[in-house]
Each structure stands twice: as structure tokens, then as C-alpha cells.
């Protein structure tokens, strides 16, 4: 069943509390073993307060494509971590995602897009087992979106954001992410 926002539990329902930053740590490892697969940089780590999720930047330092315009710039990506049951409506986890970060991964101001990485982790993950980096990368547990151009929300605390169970982050989607913005491609945000 489709719940609709009202029913979809509070955006921080469920994530680990500041002191225990095991999410944050794991999802700061998970985005620097793909940066090195992709041969990209990762820089700029800004942590949330809430202790489940990053702020980063690749480093693009090469031209990945003969037509590229950009061959140094920068993708700004936001990731979130949850051991939340997340449901899967349409071949898409729908996520309660707080509506500042939504507002900023939308702005239509910028002049290249961003991005969002969902690790939807384990239901029973609570830090203190050996799960790893390299163990999300070979499960293929992220998912990314871009909200670049999404429509404004009428919500007050979290929207529920769709990202498609096929968009899985991946070293090479990492890559195509960056070819495509380098060729001054546009990403539509679909929901």
C-alpha cells in the first residue's frame, strides 16, 4: 500500500543518533572506495548533524569523452544512510527526505546539478557489525537521483522522494554521471 506523506514516518525516525556515527563513517567510506575505483578525488566532506549522511565532492580531473566541454570540474553529492525498511512502490524506494536538502538538491539555480545517494542499509545494521564499504559496493546498495528542476514541495518537514531501483551508484554510473554533465548533459528529474 502506498502511503501517502502524512503516513510516511518522520525523516529521522529510525537514524542513528550523533553519537553513534557508524553510518556517517561507513557512507564517507563507501563514496571514497568509489571515487578511486572511478578515479576520481573525493573532497569537501561535510557531515550532517544528524549522524546519517554526507556532503561531497568528486574531483573530475580528465576529459572523459572526445566532445567533453569540462575536463576539471567538480559533482557535488549529497548521501543518506537508513536501516529503515524503505518501501518499494513502482520499482522505486520511496524515501522521507527532510525538505531543506530536498529544496537544495532541486535548485534550478546552479549551474551544474546534484546529486543524492541513498545506502539503504540493513534493517537490523546497528553499527557494531563488520559490514564494510567494499560489502556495499559488491551488494550494489546505493541508489542515486538527481532532484535538479523537481517540482517545489508543499511539505513542511520531509517529502517523499522516488529513487528508481535500477539507478544503482556504481563506480561506472559514478563515471557516465560525470561524462554526461562533462558533455553539458541535462539530468530530468522524474518522479
Known sequence: MIQTPEELPPAHAGIAPVENDSKLRLGCDYLRLLAAQARFECSSVCEHADGSGVDVRFEVREKLDSQARLTEF??????????????????????????????????????????????NLPTDFDGSDALAAEDLVTHRIGRWLC?????????????????????????????????????????????
Open 74 to 119: 567538480g559533482l557535488d553529492f549529497q548521501l543518506r544512510a537508513t536501516s529503515r525498511k524503505i518501501p518499494l512502490v513502482g520499482s522505486k524506494l520511496l524515501f522521507p527526505l527532510e525538505v531543506d536538502r530536498y529544496e537544495t538538491l532541486r535548485g534550478v539555480a546552479q549551474d551544474r546539478p546534484s546529486f543524492i545517494v541513498l545506502l
Open 147 to 191: 532532484l535538479h528542476g523537481a517540482p517545489q514541495t508543499a511539505h513542511t518537514t520531509a517529502t517523499p522522494v522516488r529513487f528508481p531501483a535500477w539507478n544503482v551508484f556504481t563506480a561506472a554510473a559514478l563515471r557516465e554521471i560525470a561524462r554526461r554533465v562533462s558533455l553539458g548533459g541535462r539530468f530530468y528529474h522524474e518522479q
